[in-house]
DNA sequence: TCCGAGCGTCAAGGACGCGTCAAGAACGGC
DNA sequence: GCCGTTCTTGACGCGTCCTTGACGCTCGGA
């Protein structure tokens, strides 16, 4: 399911958003101000935010800034704003695209559409089955096994390796695998990836002991080695 | 250097258009049809396309579908035409982004700084792959091999190390690199780069006791000879 | 020839980060 | 409201890495 966030302070405009983009089969929540906005974003992985740049406590551009300092989730900006500059800035803080208001609302869709498409290949071109001698994980599917037997992963662990598994034999830092999954506040929290990996070790490595495929490169981060 | 196509059959607007973007020091080919447009976009791997709807030859809509046949390049739509469903089809044809004329030459760099932006971390811009005949160090997956065996680097040793790679040639300063790797009040501490280099060149030097790619320039600095 | 500054080497200590375990808190399903 | 799962939080032992000091070497100048 690909969800959306929507920023927008005029209740109206809101609902109406929430309800035809719901109506597309997206899964949509809503917020109506730019702090809110934030802490949504760093509690949720959405897949794309629209953002009206008139919020009543922050500027949109402060906003797309506080997003971009850890994702690169596509946003939209929406604005009745018509001046050059804005577009401009709104543009260079991060945003992926700019909607003058009165929009259609066919066009907010294909627009949608579009920055969901460009942002689909980023994610999910490296094959969804990564398939190691002592185990096989679907990301697709969210399903692991370990010598043919179905492991079950909580949804934290699946995040975690997915994180680490999308780049095979990269090095991901710490403080990114906490931004990644618990959200920026939490890049000091390095004894939550402890604990996890421990946990996914001992479901998916053969001696969880001495770890094989999900490495840790001590002061730097962790690394998943196919 | 970032390489543009320019799609556009008005004579005045394609000139006006590549002027500009070549003050932004981007290099842009120009072409005033649909066909030319495909062998062009066919022959050279452009990083990015701003194309003109109304085509002489062909629909500005075949060009986008026939360039999406087999590239991923961004492309920017440029048109009059008002019309929504227009939009819809340009972007649900594979368009990146849609922008209707008349249209300010400020906003349209912005959206072209947005769509090469995003397209940037998919083709990996700068190589960070250092290669001696000695080793190689891959700066962004932080690994490093010497005759084909990996070589584990602390973290303080990998700082040193990019802090002289990422210049090849050049002679850092002793201040500088302490001051980059350990903060501007280790200024004095050289001994610590002593003990570091004396453990880099153990670890990656063919003749640790003769140094030949990490080069002490006494009184001065150090120096990465690639 | 002697001397000193700067560099390379080595080894010991202490600090820090990691793995592990377990218990309490939050969450969701029934 | 209860129960099981999942997440958070704290404590402890251990290994690694950083820091620090001592010593020998080379090279240039007195």
């Known amino acids: 399911m690909t969800r959306l966030l929507v920023v927008e302070d005029d209740q109206a405009l809101r609902r109406a958003l929430a309800i035809t983009l719901r109506a ?9 101000d730019g702090a809110a906005a ?16 008139g919020l009543p406590d922050l500027d949109g551009v402060e906003v797309i800034q506080g997003i971009r300092g850890w ?20 543009l260079d803080a991060g945003a992926d ?25 980023a994610e999910g071109n490296s094959a969804p089955i990564v398939e190691t001698p ?8 969210k399903r692991a096994h370990k010598d ?22 990269v090095l991901v830092p710490s403080t990114q695998l906490l931004a990644e999954v618990w959200g920026p506040h ?5 004894n939550y990836l402890r604990v996890f990996f421990a ?13 094989r495929y999900f490495i840790t490169e001590p002061g730097l981060g962790y690394r998943f080695e196919p």
Chains 1, 2 share one sequence.
């Open 199 to 211: 946990q996914i070790r001992r479901k998916l490595e053969p001696d969880p002991g001495r770890p």
């Open 97 to 121: 695209d700019y909607v003058t208001k009165p929009f259609g609302m066919d066009e907010l869709l294909a627009r949608v559409r579009a920055a969901l498409r460009r942002a689909e290949p």
């Open 148 to 169: 043919g037997r179905e492991v079950r992963l909580t949804p934290t662990e699946w995040h975690l390796v997915e994180a680490l598994v999308r780049r095979p034999g």
């Open 24 to 32: 597309r089969h997206y899964e949509v929540d809503t917020v109506g």
């Open 71 to 90: 994702s690169a989730v596509p946003v939209i900006v929406l604005s009745a704003r018509e001046a050059q500059w804005q577009k401009v800035d709104a």
């Open 38 to 53: 934030l802490r949504a974003a760093a509690a949720t992985a959405y897949d794309l935010v629209v953002m009206d740049l």
């Open 134 to 141: 002592a185990f096989v994980i679907d990301l697709a599917a």
């Open 186 to 190: 939490y890049e000091r929290e390095t």
